[in-house]
């Protein structure tokens, strides 16, 4: 017999569970939700708001060393990285708290402990402050995320081997680092790290980094990279690494008989769901051999009244998808009969520098899926803003259907890769979503001096006229 009833019960407080809990709450549902760690989850704690922190200490430290190009002239800085790592602590705890105020403001009961679900949508929560108990409600949500995956030879030790959740709380800065895997995070870290002086080397297994963008928006991260000194590998296999007797540093082998030595070692070969608590002997619900809950379009899992939300199922691991499958589930639990999420249109958006943000078909995939098709490109080299700000690497790339004319039709993806461009994305998303064709957002007006002239310029071009390019 349950201890207490509520009508959801969600299990974990990150970004899908939490938009869960606050959006069920808002529509009048009685919602537990059980946390055993940390209110936030990955995205608040040690991924999206530390990650980005430490980026931006980057950018100031990148505009105070380039401030001499504007005629400022300051004294070489320095990174006291203590203070970076005090602010980027404060505002995790001030967002952290904000949550917490949130969800005690809509009633929401928070349960400290491990939640696992057994038969008859009982959840046990156990080895928290909130001692033993069983709960129960009519609707589980199970949104307990993911954690970071390992390789074997590369054993996390904290300090010569880290994965983000290390990292992101390093006590010094390497003068040297190996990153391995050049996705999402190991660009960001990558970037992050040698703006602030570390000499870095990405080793990728894959032909290019940033699988799953654009190549042409992945080619203008590499060269930029490149410009930068960082070295990157692609194509290439790590076999394991040897640290000196001091445990200072460490030789990467990788490749054919290849070696690097380095203070710093980075895994970042994407995340694994964490199932692992869940238990969910005695129910209907599917995990995969990778670890994945599988679900219907609606985050439905095998078992009646049970949902899976974030990156515990495989739908793109973004804390954005997470809130919109958080909030697809309450919906769906309140009778609304809502839409599935097209995750063909996911705004992704990478923030290393220079930044990436993209939403539809990649060329290459347009293609693959049938699609005849026309792009066009612009670089941000022409962009009167961009060169203001000093900052000029980077295209915007549109794909469109081909028309019979040879000028674009639907607009299919759109691409970006350059300065402020996480910003800059909402209007191509919009675009991609809502299946506008190029002749119907050309009529619109771009503001100027603006770097979304770009985006408006490149539209422009596959009218078939142009202003500018
Ligand atoms: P990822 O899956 O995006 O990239 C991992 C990379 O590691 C891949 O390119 C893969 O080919 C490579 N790899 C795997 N095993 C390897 C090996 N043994 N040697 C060399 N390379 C190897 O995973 P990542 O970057 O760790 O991110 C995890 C998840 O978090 C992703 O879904 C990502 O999209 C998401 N994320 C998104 C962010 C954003 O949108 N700004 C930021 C951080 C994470």
Redesign the pocket.
């Known amino acids: 017999m349950s201890d207490v009833q509520h009508d959801v019960i969600v299990i974990g407080g990150g970004p899908a569970g939490y938009a869960a809990a606050l959006y069920g709450a808002g529509a009048g549902l009685d919602i537990g939700l059980v946390e055993n760690r940390w209110i936030g989850g990955t995205c608040l704690n040690v991924?999206?708001i530390p990650?980005k922190e430490l980026l931006e200490t980057a950018h100031v430290y990148r505009t105070v060393r380039g401030a001499a190009d504007f005629g400022i002239n300051s004294s070489e800085p320095t990174v006291d990285w203590s203070v970076t790592m005090t602010r980027k602590q404060a505002i995790v705890d001030q967002l952290v708290g904000g949550l917490t105020g949130l969800l005690k403001g809509r009633k929401v009961t928070v349960y400290n402990g491990s939640g696992s679900l057994g038969t008859d949508h009982e959840v046990s929560v156990t080895g928290g402050a909130s001692g033993d108990l069983s709960i129960s409600a009519r609707n589980v949500i199970l949104a307990t995320g993911?954690q970071?995956?390992t390789?074997p030879g590369f054993e996390v030790d904290g300090s010569l081997v880290v994965t983000?959740d290390e990292m992101l709380s390093i006590e010094r800065l390497p003068s040297s680092a190996v990153v391995?895997?050049?996705?999402?995070?190991?660009?960001?870290f990558a970037s992050m790290m040698a703006d602030l002086g570390t000499e870095v080397t990405i080793?990728?297994?894959?032909p290019q980094?940033?699988?799953?963008c654009d190549s042409d928006a992945a080619k203008v991260v590499q060269r930029s990279f490149k410009k930068r000194n960082i070295t990157v590998r692609t194509g290439?296999?790590?076999q394991g690494h040897s640290p000196d007797r001091s445990g200072s540093s460490t030789v990467v082998t990788f490749g054919e008989g290849e070696s690097v030595d380095v203070e710093l070692v980075v895994v970042?070969?994407?995340?694994r769901p964490y199932s692992d608590l869940l238990d969910l002997v005695g129910t209907a619900v599917v995990v995969d051999e990778r670890g994945f809950i599988e679900v219907d379009d609606l985050c439905r899992t095998g078992e009646a009244g049970v949902w899976a939300v974030g990156?515990l199922i495989k739908t793109?691991?973004?804390a954005h998808v997470g809130f919109a499958e958080g909030m697809l589930a309450i919906k769906d639990i309140l009778g609304e009969n809502p839409l599935p999420l097209d995750h063909l249109g996911t705004p992704?958006?990478?923030?290393c520098h220079p930044e990436v943000a993209f939403a539809g078909y990649t060329e290459d995939a347009a293609i693959a899926a049938g699609y005849e098709v026309v792009t066009s490109s612009h670089r941000f080299i022409g962009n009167g803003r961009a060169k203001i700000i000093g900052e000029t690497d980077g295209i915007v790339k549109v794909v469109a259907e081909k028309l019979p004319d040879g000028t674009g039709g639907r607009i299919l993806g759109v691409h970006m890769v350059g300065p402020w461009v996480t910003e800059q994305l909402g209007q191509g998303y919009l675009a991609v979503n809502w299946e506008a064709t190029v002749d119907e957002v050309a009529a619109f007006i771009q503001p100027h001096p603006t770097m979304s002239e770009l985006f408006g310029e490149t539209i422009l071009s596959l009218t078939g006229r142009s202003l500018h390019g």
């Open positions: 991924g999206c990650a993911s970071p995956r390789i983000s391995i895997g050049g996705g999402a995070i190991g660009c960001e080793l990728e297994a894959l980094i940033l699988t799953g290439v296999m790590v970042s070969v994407g995340r990156d793109p691991q973004l992704w958006c990478i923030y």
